[in-house]
């Protein structure tokens, strides 16, 4: 399960942070976008064993929420679902010891 106490608090987000992790091999990202006074949280999830910059954005699912305290505990129970609804995918993702490097030119 992913602990919400692991993923930074939402002051972290309000200087800009980003948040990365990891989850039985399920990669994820927590970011502020947009303007003021428009912000909001995305989170990003993909498949390991890959940084987001190393994989195609469309293996890369996204969701935007609202840029509170609220939409950060939306953001985690929103990745446990992901996570949950795609076990196998997470599973059956190959360890950094059996992919090829990928190249982008």
């Known amino acids: 399960m992913i602990d919400e ?3 930074m608090p939402f002051n972290f987000f309000k ?3 980003i948040y990365s992790g990891e989850h039985n091999n399920m ?3 927590i970011e502020r976008n947009g303007e003021k006074p428009d912000f909001t949280l995305t989170a990003q999830v993909w498949r390991g064993p890959y940084a ?3 994989v195609s954005e469309d293996e890369i699912t996204s969701k935007e929420f609202e840029y509170s305290e609220e939409g950060r ?4 129970q929103w990745l446990q679902t992901i996570y949950d609804e795609r076990s196998e995918e997470w599973k059956n993702a190959p360890s950094i010891n059996e992919v090829t490097p990928v190249i982008h030119e």
């Open 52 to 54: 987001s910059c190393a």
């Open 73 to 76: 505990m939306q953001a985690i």
């Open 5 to 7: 106490n692991e993923i």
């Open 27 to 29: 990669k994820y990202k």
């Open 15 to 17: 200087y800009g942070g």
